[in-house]
């Protein structure tokens, strides 16, 4: 149903609703939970266990433009009386949470959550993955904005722990579908303004300094996604083994360069890097420019490369450097500096933010390195076991 | 940032090409009134992209505005010149429009200085202004090539944006992306349906 005057849509031609999350949180959630009338009613209430998801672009559109996203409200009721876990269940499917939770800031301060969920055709244990992709936005609760919230964004694994005592109330949902990005490179830059974006454009993708706590990783797995693909290709003349076969989501997802983000130069991970690296390289904007960067704060840190090893001690560095960065980032957005952001006493954070550290880590160096060695199954299993039980732990610390 | 439009937050003035063709390029040439009336007619070749600022409307990084279309679109310091090829815009399954893309270069002609600013400059297609059929055969047929058809009336839209910035994307993109960690834990949700081994 489109929002409507006298039954004329009265969203003017060329406008659409693509709010930022801030107006999301701020302006529509906020309302919603103090029950104050929001002028026209773009946001629908909808209830989530009666909705699939292909028939929400239909519930949920807004004027008569093409929509690549839909939003609604939803009212979250626990499971079981009991628990804390929410019902996400449908007809033909269920959303499950993936990831972790990030947190959402605007210029000030932290104002609410962001929970990714996957929509997954089926029942629970045999469910079949679909592309329908959920952010659920929370508003903080205001008890807990000051201490034990800001752990939750640093926690990597669970996204269930964050959300003890949060699964009661309104959420803000945003559906999308989401992109192949394999083949979105290709058509893309045919399709979008042509050149335009060829020339110069490269860096079009790049993304304000808001997602760049996300850039610094991004950057990251694409420097371990080249590695990862070379070592692959290095031993691609073994025949399919079992291995190989469990590799294959990890390639999909780090193999294709595609998606992959490059940085703008002033972003806080270029800087990060230029931390390691003590000189600022003012390299120009190009697919280059990360592995220069990384191999420049290699010669200065490492003067002995030995092959892949000193690869992967570099990447244990750029995510502590990036964990310090988004750490600092949670304390405040314009101070990238390592350790003078955050007050001292903050242990409970510290010690997240490690853990945090040592699971990504373990479980980037697992995996791929298992994959480098092409070993065995054992370093998979371990590989899960150690995150199944960093999941266990974090589902303790509330 | 939207215009003088009383519209909620979220709204943002992001109008597909077949909008700004059919909804107003093709009203503007056709003397009627856009509504809303947002945006601005300019003398093309008189301002540098980076003086559009408050002449042209402007929705996040991107200014819009109509203006007449001229063989030589020289500004102050410098010109646009074509690049690509064009594209055909269409609606309903007919081609409407086309859409060139120029980049700005600084500087005399030979030894200019390209720019990241990027044009998209939308003429209308013959036998569009009114609601004429007539030509669709020979509209099929420009897509390939170079040379477009006559092109009915000179009005033309543009969009101007600086192709460093996000604004060609859409305003924030990022956010219907999934960052590349989700992309990992997505991955990593597989290994939860491989049955582990139990201890």
């Given at each position: 149903m489109s929002i409507s005057v006298n039954g004329q849509s009265c969203v003017p031609p060329g406008f659409r609703f693509h709010p930022t999350e801030e107006e999301l949180l701020n302006y529509y959630l906020r309302k919603k939970v103090a029950s104050e009338e929001i002028d026209l009613d773009v946001i629908r209430d909808v209830d989530l266990n009666k909705l699939e998801p292909w028939d929400i672009q239909e519930k949920c559109k807004i004027g008569s433009g093409p929509q690549n996203d839909w939003y609604f409200f939803s009212h979250k009721d626990k499971k079981y009386p009991t628990g804390t876990?929410?019902?996400r269940a449908t007809a033909a499917g269920f959303w499950k949470a993936t990831?972790?939770?990030?947190?959402?800031?605007n210029a000030v301060k932290r104002i609410g959550m962001r929970k990714t969920l996957v929509f997954y055709k089926g029942r629970a244990p045999h469910g079949q993955k679909s592309d329908w992709i959920m952010h659920e936005y929370r508003l903080d609760d205001p008890s807990s904005t000051t201490d034990a919230a800001p752990t939750a964004t640093m926690v990597v694994s669970a996204s269930t722990s964050s959300d003890a005592g949060q699964e009661d109330g309104w959420v803000v949902c945003r559906v999308f579908k989401k992109k192949h990005h394999h083949k979105d490179a290709g058509a893309g830059n045919g399709k979008r303004g042509g050149g335009g974006r060829d020339d110069g454009g490269k860096a079009a993708r790049s993304s304000s300094p808001l997602y760049s706590s996300d850039d610094a990783l991004d950057q990251i797995l694409h420097y371990m996604g080249r590695s990862c693909k070379q070592e692959h290709e290095l031993s691609s003349p073994r025949p399919r083994t079992a291995t190989s076969r469990y590799l294959r989501p990890l390639?999909?997802?780090?193999?294709?360069h595609g998606f992959m983000k490059l940085p703008p130069l002033e972003s806080p991970s270029a800087a990060a890097t230029a931390r390691n690296s003590t000189t600022t390289p003012l390299a120009p904007k190009g697919d280059g420019n990360v592995e220069r960067e990384v191999a420049h704060a290699e010669d200065l840190h490492q003067p002995h490369r030995d092959g892949g090893i000193?690869?992967?001690a570099m990447m244990d560095r750029l995510v502590a450097s990036?964990?310090?960065?988004?750490?600092?980032?949670?304390?405040?957005q314009l101070c990238f500096d390592g350790t003078a952001g955050h007050a001292g006493g903050n242990d409970a954070l510290d010690d997240t933010a490690v853990n945090g550290l040592a699971f990504y880590s373990a479980a980037a160096t697992r995996l791929l390195g298992g994959a480098a060695a092409g070993s065995s199954d054992d370093d998979l299993w371990s590989f899960a076991r150690s995150a199944a039980s960093s999941e266990r732990l974090s589902h303790v610390s509330p | 940032?939207?215009?003088?439009?009383?519209?909620?937050?979220?709204f943002h003035f992001f109008?597909?090409?077949e909008e700004l063709?059919?909804?107003?390029?093709?009203?503007?040439a056709a003397l009627l009134p856009c509504r809303p009336d947002i945006v601005p007619t300019l003398p093309q070749n008189r301002y540098d992209p980076w003086e559009l600022n408050g002449k042209a409307l402007q929705a996040g990084n991107q200014w819009y505005f109509f203006s007449q279309a001229t063989q030589s679109r020289a500004s102050r310091n410098g010109c646009w010149n074509p690049i690509g090829a064009d594209e055909a815009v269409s609606s309903g399954g007919s081609h409407v429009g086309l859409k060139k893309t120029l980049v700005f270069s600084i500087g005399e002609p030979f030894q200019a200085t390209k720019t990241n600013w990027v044009m998209h400059e939308y003429h209308l297609l013959d036998g569009n202004v009114g609601t004429s059929t007539s030509g669709s055969s020979r509209k099929r047929s420009h897509k390939k090539k170079g040379q477009p058809d006559k092109e009915c009336s000179n009005w033309v839209v543009c969009r101007v944006f600086e192709s460093s910035y996000d604004s060609q994307v859409t305003f924030h993109e990022e956010d219907m992306e999934l960052s590349c960690l989700d992309e990992v834990f997505l991955s990593l949700d597989d290994y939860d349906e491989v049955s582990l081994p139990k201890n």
């Amino acid at each position: 149903m489109s929002i409507s005057v006298n039954g004329q849509s009265c969203v003017p031609p060329g406008f659409r609703f693509h709010p930022t999350e801030e107006e999301l949180l701020n302006y529509y959630l906020r309302k919603k939970v103090a029950s104050e009338e929001i002028d026209l009613d773009v946001i629908r209430d909808v209830d989530l266990n009666k909705l699939e998801p292909w028939d929400i672009q239909e519930k949920c559109k807004i004027g008569s433009g093409p929509q690549n996203d839909w939003y609604f409200f939803s009212h979250k009721d626990k499971k079981y009386p009991t628990g804390t876990r929410t019902n996400r269940a449908t007809a033909a499917g269920f959303w499950k949470a993936t990831g972790r939770d990030k947190a959402i800031y605007n210029a000030v301060k932290r104002i609410g959550m962001r929970k990714t969920l996957v929509f997954y055709k089926g029942r629970a244990p045999h469910g079949q993955k679909s592309d329908w992709i959920m952010h659920e936005y929370r508003l903080d609760d205001p008890s807990s904005t000051t201490d034990a919230a800001p752990t939750a964004t640093m926690v990597v694994s669970a996204s269930t722990s964050s959300d003890a005592g949060q699964e009661d109330g309104w959420v803000v949902c945003r559906v999308f579908k989401k992109k192949h990005h394999h083949k979105d490179a290709g058509a893309g830059n045919g399709k979008r303004g042509g050149g335009g974006r060829d020339d110069g454009g490269k860096a079009a993708r790049s993304s304000s300094p808001l997602y760049s706590s996300d850039d610094a990783l991004d950057q990251i797995l694409h420097y371990m996604g080249r590695s990862c693909k070379q070592e692959h290709e290095l031993s691609s003349p073994r025949p399919r083994t079992a291995t190989s076969r469990y590799l294959r989501p990890l390639e999909t997802v780090l193999g294709g360069h595609g998606f992959m983000k490059l940085p703008p130069l002033e972003s806080p991970s270029a800087a990060a890097t230029a931390r390691n690296s003590t000189t600022t390289p003012l390299a120009p904007k190009g697919d280059g420019n990360v592995e220069r960067e990384v191999a420049h704060a290699e010669d200065l840190h490492q003067p002995h490369r030995d092959g892949g090893i000193t690869d992967w001690a570099m990447m244990d560095r750029l995510v502590a450097s990036h964990l310090n960065g988004q750490h600092d980032a949670s304390t405040d957005q314009l101070c990238f500096d390592g350790t003078a952001g955050h007050a001292g006493g903050n242990d409970a954070l510290d010690d997240t933010a490690v853990n945090g550290l040592a699971f990504y880590s373990a479980a980037a160096t697992r995996l791929l390195g298992g994959a480098a060695a092409g070993s065995s199954d054992d370093d998979l299993w371990s590989f899960a076991r150690s995150a199944a039980s960093s999941e266990r732990l974090s589902h303790v610390s509330p | 940032m939207g215009g003088s439009t009383n519209l909620p937050p979220g709204f943002h003035f992001f109008p597909s090409d077949e909008e700004l063709v059919i909804h107003f390029l093709r009203r503007k040439a056709a003397l009627l009134p856009c509504r809303p009336d947002i945006v601005p007619t300019l003398p093309q070749n008189r301002y540098d992209p980076w003086e559009l600022n408050g002449k042209a409307l402007q929705a996040g990084n991107q200014w819009y505005f109509f203006s007449q279309a001229t063989q030589s679109r020289a500004s102050r310091n410098g010109c646009w010149n074509p690049i690509g090829a064009d594209e055909a815009v269409s609606s309903g399954g007919s081609h409407v429009g086309l859409k060139k893309t120029l980049v700005f270069s600084i500087g005399e002609p030979f030894q200019a200085t390209k720019t990241n600013w990027v044009m998209h400059e939308y003429h209308l297609l013959d036998g569009n202004v009114g609601t004429s059929t007539s030509g669709s055969s020979r509209k099929r047929s420009h897509k390939k090539k170079g040379q477009p058809d006559k092109e009915c009336s000179n009005w033309v839209v543009c969009r101007v944006f600086e192709s460093s910035y996000d604004s060609q994307v859409t305003f924030h993109e990022e956010d219907m992306e999934l960052s590349c960690l989700d992309e990992v834990f997505l991955s990593l949700d597989d290994y939860d349906e491989v049955s582990l081994p139990k201890n």
